[in-house]
């Protein structure tokens, strides 16, 4: 059975930094595409990051340059880094399965405020 399970989140302030963390199971991470989705609210979900197997990442205009996305295929977790936070970047952030989600965790919130 496929699981993801993300942590990391809270409050910080604008410029501050958080990194998140999706443990997974069910699956080896390191032969599979996995995406950071978020979703503010009100708002529709926003794709945010995503990595493939053979390593390559991908980022939304809206976090190029701040955000990063890696794993440890040792320990079966995807990370975001998340540095120059903005009050927009404020959201519930998960952690998919693919480049188009398939199987989503549960969120962490992720809030950016003074």
């Known amino acids: 059975e496929v699981q993801l399970v993300e942590s990391g989140g809270g409050l910080v302030q604008p410029g501050g930094s958080l990194r998140l963390s999706c443990a997974a199971s069910?699956?080896?991470?390191?032969?599979?595409?996995l995406s950071w989705v978020r979703q503010a609210p009100g708002k529709g979900p926003e794709w945010v990051s995503g990595?493939?197997?053979?390593?390559?990442?991908y980022n939304a205009d809206s976090v190029k340059g701040r955000f990063t996305i890696s794993r440890d295929n040792a320990k079966n977790t995807l990370y975001l880094q998340m540095n120059s936070l903005k009050p927009e970047d404020t959201a519930v952030y998960y952690c998919?399965?693919?480049?188009?989600?398939?199987?989503w965790g549960q969120g962490t919130q992720v809030i950016v405020s003074s």
């Open positions: 069910g699956f080896t991470i390191g032969s599979s595409s």
């Open positions: 990595i493939i197997s053979g390593g390559s990442t």
């Open positions: 998919t399965t693919g480049l188009v989600p398939g199987y």
